[in-house]
């Protein structure tokens, strides 16, 4: 066969990606990832429908049961494994005889509404401050900054012990309950001392994106300054907000339970993973399992959600390779 009625070889279009569409691409082919991500759904569907999870299975966090308990040992649970029965799937607290399960559930709740809420305050404060901080510069850029300084040189634990009864008492006084108003003080704390760290993250960022081109071209048709830092530099810092907020949840659930076993933490009636278990420290000789079972949930999740976090920061990353 000549050259001249040579069959031309086919073309093959070769389609640019995103860098959403990367991330997501890196991320279905991370098995760890997917795994993670599965989990902390599932908590987070546990958590929500709690109410209705006890309901069906007929338990609740708040009802003591001394039918569970044995006097005789000094209101322990009467059955092996913590009293583990059909009407208490995980077993009964001891002096209380409040069913495991319904507080577990329930104490997901409270630890994931603080987290939640914490990070989504910090994020939206961090970012606001960290974008005039590192767009404006100036005395603007020195003020914020030395202010994150003065934050960051606090002993964050020295500080949450002794402004708990202080703005706990506060909170109450404005009509809270007591124990709604710990989970009201930990968020606020939460929030007053992780702000700076974002900032800190967000003023580099935009130190960077103020020198490219699009910001500059923004600046030069005369775009209002609102305009250049929610439209042109806030789309793109979600990768490391997005990392931030992965990163950041287990530390907050884990803070969370941290303070509870310092007895600044939530406090009666309302469960959470931290208060079971601080309370389940001295029973441990003598009911493993009340240590064992907020103890594991507290492992699971906060495990989940370091992998999900690496493996977001592993997909989000420009230098990752595209294949």
Avoid: C
Avoid at 231 to 245: G, Q, R, T
Avoid at 247 to 261: C, G, H, K, Q, R
Wanted: aromatic share 10%; charged share 15%.
């Amino acid at each position: 066969m000549s050259a001249d009625t040579a069959v031309p070889a086919p073309t093959v279009e070769v389609a640019g990606l995103s860098l959403r569409q990367l991330a997501w691409r890196r991320l279905r082919r991370d098995r760890g990832a997917l795994i993670a991500g599965t989990v902390l759904i599932l908590v987070f569907l546990i958590a929500l429908f709690a109410p209705l999870i006890t309901s069906m299975i007929g338990i609740n966090p708040y009802d003591f049961d001394a039918t569970a308990l044995d006097p005789s040992k000094g209101s322990l649970p009467a059955g092996p494994w913590g009293s583990m029965s059909w009407e208490h799937p995980l077993g009964v607290e001891p002096l209380t005889g409040r069913d495991l399960l319904a507080r577990l559930l329930y104490g997901a709740r409270v630890s994931l509404f603080i987290a939640v809420t914490s990070v989504i305050i910090t994020a939206i404060v961090g970012t606001v401050v960290g974008i005039i901080a590192g767009y404006k510069g100036g005395r603007w850029d020195t003020v914020i900054g030395r202010g994150t300084d003065l934050l960051l040189a606090f002993p964050q634990i020295l500080m949450l012990i002794a402004l708990s009864p202080v703005i706990t008492q506060r909170l109450v006084a404005m009509g809270l309950a007591p124990d709604v108003a710990r989970v009201f003080y930990l968020i606020i704390v939460f929030v007053f001392f992780g702000w700076p760290y974002l900032a800190r993250l967000v003023r580099g960022q935009v130190l960077s994106l103020r020198e490219r081109e699009f910001v500059e071209a923004s600046v030069a048709i005369g775009a209002p300054t609102r305009r250049i830092l929610f439209k042109e530099i806030l789309p793109n810092l979600w990768a490391p907000l997005i990392v931030y907020v992965t990163i950041s949840m287990p530390t907050i659930i884990a803070a969370e339970a941290t303070l509870a076993y310092l007895g600044v933490g939530i406090i009666e009636p309302t469960p959470s993973w931290g208060k079971m278990l601080a309370d389940s420290v001295r029973f441990f000789t003598v009911v493993p399992s009340y240590l064992f079972i907020p103890g594991t949930a507290l492992f699971i999740v906060v495990f989940a959600f370091n992998v999900f976090g690496d493996a977001v920061r592993d997909a989000l990353d420009p230098r990752a390779g595209r294949g």
